[in-house]
């Protein structure tokens, strides 16, 4: 398997080269099928005998719970929301992500760093800072960033739960007062912040635009080559 | 630090160990303002609404690592500093903090984590104006927080390093490495030191004299 490194270091406690496993990213925005990609990925690696964890955000013992409390108020300031982010995700980087990669296991992340800084930067935040917030964490094997047009994101959403999501339309920013312009316009600058950081963070993007089968199918093949990689090493 | 950004109030912060008696001197200090008619206000450490019960439950259940550690207090930070210091300050108010960004320095670096990291995530924070280092012989400091074999916790008394099966070994360790970072700020941020070894009401005169010497009073008086 792959040495495992941090972008800058490793946090305390934590030991890269210990690690086996695969570190997997699938990032990209609500309604783009990054769910139901992660679950078929799970599904047909475990058809396959490997032995997979799936982590995600928001998702710590930590601060799950509070973080969600946080965002239901009108009190949040982004900086505070950037950190406490950074928190969950570190929570889980320590306690999910890195025994999982000790005991060998394929650990399929729903989203990862890229979507936090992602967001923070839109929402005025230094990118330096961001970075530099997640400098500990580990370097993914594969980052995948499913990419839909505004056009189909929005139809999709409006499909899939009849209404647009406060935050995924960056109504916070207050940019525009009507939800479905805000949300095409929250949208396009992501898209622009994840052209950023592709080139920063080398990852490939997937034209998830596709039917979920043609998408699954151009997954797995990238997947696969960087298995049969892995385990040439072995 | 960045104080790029000019605001009309000013910032004064207490750090020390546990036992220097800076928040009883912070107190003092906030009183004598507040007998001035000056417009002041006073915030805390880990007291923010929005994240102390995460932070109280992390604690309680032990479930915080060196990063987390740091990182929780930093949004604890985060919260009063986006929503109070910093409004407070460009109000034109006179900001006293019981422990600053220095106390996640020293003890986020203790526990391990890159002190360039530490910094860099607090890099929004302004610097105070005058930071007070309340600073004394370790042994007296441990002995007013240790005498009465009072019940630490498991974060206070640093047991997470895994310093010492003993919490109170475990406590005087801890906080020996604390202050060694404490003295080493000192210089790198140019703390201004008070002898906390010294009757309380001499310290708070001292401390009283470096306000007004250093501050204009007079125009934080009035027109509350």
Redesign the interface.
């Given at each position: 398997m792959p040495q495992k490194k941090c972008y800058v270091a490793p946090p305390p406690g934590v030991e890269p080269s210990k690690l086996g496993g695969l570190l997997v990213v699938v990032e990209g925005p609500d309604s783009s099928g990054r769910s139901t990609h992660t679950r078929l990925l799970s599904e047909w690696l475990e058809q396959k005998g490997f032995a997979v964890s799936q982590v995600g955000l928001k998702r710590s013992a930590l601060v799950s719970a509070e973080l969600e409390n946080a965002m239901m108020g009108n009190v949040l300031s982004p900086r505070t929301m950037s950190l406490f982010y950074a928190t969950d995700f570190y929570d889980q980087l320590e306690n999910s992500i890195v025994p999982a990669l000790r005991a060998g296991s394929i650990v399929l992340a729903d989203r990862y760093i890229f979507t936090l800084i992602a967001r923070d930067v839109v929402r005025g935040a230094n990118p330096d800072w961001t970075e530099m917030l997640y400098s500990r964490a580990l370097v993914p094997d594969a980052v995948y960033y499913l990419a839909v047009s505004p056009r189909n994101l929005v139809e999709r959403t409006l499909r899939s739960h009849g209404c647009l999501d406060y935050w995924e339309s960056g109504m916070d920013i207050g940019h525009s007062r009507d939800w479905f312009e805000s949300f095409v316009w929250y949208q396009r600058r992501i898209r622009e912040e994840f052209r950023r950081l592709e080139q920063r963070f080398r990852f490939e993007t997937i034209n998830a635009n596709r039917s979920v089968r043609t998408t699954q199918n151009d997954l797995r093949k990238r997947i696969d080559a960087v298995l049969q990689q892995a385990l040439a090493k072995l | 630090m960045s104080n790029h950004e000019q605001v009309p109030g000013k910032l004064i912060a207490v750090e020390g160990l546990d036992g220097s008696g800076k928040s009883t001197q912070i107190y003092l200090l906030h009183q004598w303002l507040q007998g001035l008619g000056c417009k002041v206000f006073f915030t805390e450490w880990n007291s923010s609404e929005?994240?102390r019960?995460?932070t109280r439950?992390?604690k309680k259940r032990q479930?915080?690592?060196?990063?987390?550690f740091s990182?929780?207090h930093?949004?604890d930070f985060?919260?009063r500093?986006?929503?109070q210091i910093l409004p407070m300050l460009k109000g034109g108010y006179l900001v006293l903090c019981d422990r600053y960004t220095f106390t996640s320095f020293a003890r986020d670096s203790v526990?391990?984590?890159?002190p360039e990291?530490v910094r860099?995530?607090y890099?929004?924070a302004r610097r105070p104006d005058i930071v007070f280092y309340f600073k004394l012989p370790l042994e007296i400091a441990l002995s007013r927080i240790l005498e009465g074999r009072p019940k630490l916790k498991y974060f206070e008394a640093g047991m997470d390093l895994g310093l010492s099966p003993d919490i109170y070994d475990s406590f005087r360790i801890f906080q020996s490495r604390v202050m060694a970072q404490y003295d080493l700020m000192a210089d790198e941020f140019g703390f201004t030191v008070v002898d906390a070894t010294r009757p309380i009401h001499n310290q708070q005169k001292i401390v009283r004299g470096i306000v007004a010497d250093r501050i204009d009073l007079a125009r934080f008086r009035g027109k509350v």
């Open positions: - | 929005l994240v019960e995460a439950k992390g479930l915080l690592s060196p990063a987390t990182l929780i930093a949004t985060a919260d500093y986006d929503r526990r391990g984590n890159d990291w860099a995530n890099g929004f």
